[in-house]
């Protein structure tokens, strides 16, 4: 498999479950990010692991939880989640370099709904 | 800090007709300058970027950008629009740090 490859592709959780959103990616990217992409607004960067570094916006909940074992794989941890948390969660990766931004590569996302 | 501002939300053009998307960007030395293209229920992909060199950057799928310094403007063209260009197109820009400001995306409709 190649590129970025996100699990499950659409999720329905309740506000009390427990639930783990995968990425994996098979580029050899040294960097990797969690955004949340809502409807009618611009996408909203949750999380950065960088060369075994973590990098987070300090006004995503507690309620996400972030973990990257390792370079190629990042899992974001939900619980209690509110229905606003409903969203498209997108993983991408990219390679970094000394003072060079190379982009992004993005997997194709999960559909999250809290009911 | 560094912005990106896509000043239409929704642009509809005839199939063949010419596309310009617009966008302006905010950053204090020569940026990193990327479009991103989305269809409804997948990720994005990249069409184009810009680092340094040549302004008019050539990209995926006929589509080409030109960075105008002077205006702050990396604006998306493509000659001849086809039904399957019908998605959402994000505008992005990085600077030496590792993270990617992206716009709010521009819709784009194709008339047949």
């Known amino acids: 498999e190649t590129g970025v490859t996100q699990t499950p592709r659409h999720l329905v959780m309740g506000m009390t479950n427990k639930k783990s959103l995968k990425c994996e990616q098979h580029?050899?990217?040294?960097?990797m990010y969690w955004y949340k992409q809502s409807a009618k607004k611009p996408l909203e960067l949750m999380f950065v692991?960088?060369?075994?570094?973590?990098?987070e916006n300090n006004s995503v909940p507690s309620r996400f939880s972030p973990e990257c074992p390792n370079s190629s794989h990042l899992f974001l941890h939900l619980h209690t989640l509110q229905p606003e948390d409903s969203a498209l969660y997108l993983c991408?990766?990219?390679?970094?370099?000394?003072?060079?931004?190379?982009?992004?590569?993005f997997g194709s996302g999960t559909r999250l709904t809290v009911v | 800090a560094q912005s990106v501002t896509q000043p239409d939300i929704h642009i509809t053009v005839s199939e063949g007709a010419s596309l310009e998307l617009r966008c302006n960007y905010s950053?204090?030395?020569?940026?990193?300058l990327f479009w991103y293209v989305q269809s409804p229920g997948q990720g994005l992909q990249l069409l184009l970027k810009?680092?340094?060199?040549?302004?008019l950057v050539q990209g995926i799928k006929g589509f080409e950008a030109e960075f105008k310094r002077s205006q702050s403007s990396f604006n998306l063209r493509k000659p001849s629009v086809h039904w399957s260009d019908a998605a959402e197109y994000f505008c992005?820009?990085?600077?030496?740090?590792?993270?990617?400001?992206f716009g709010s995306g521009t819709q784009l409709t194709v008339l047949p």
């Open positions: 991408a990766s990219s390679q970094e370099g000394r003072g060079q931004h190379y982009g992004y590569t």
């Open positions: 580029l050899g990217h040294n960097a």
């Open positions: 692991y960088s060369l075994e570094e973590r990098v």
């Open positions: 950053y204090g030395a020569t940026p990193y």
């Open positions: 810009y680092f340094s060199g040549d302004t």
């Open positions: 992005a820009v990085g600077g030496s740090a590792r993270q990617l400001t």
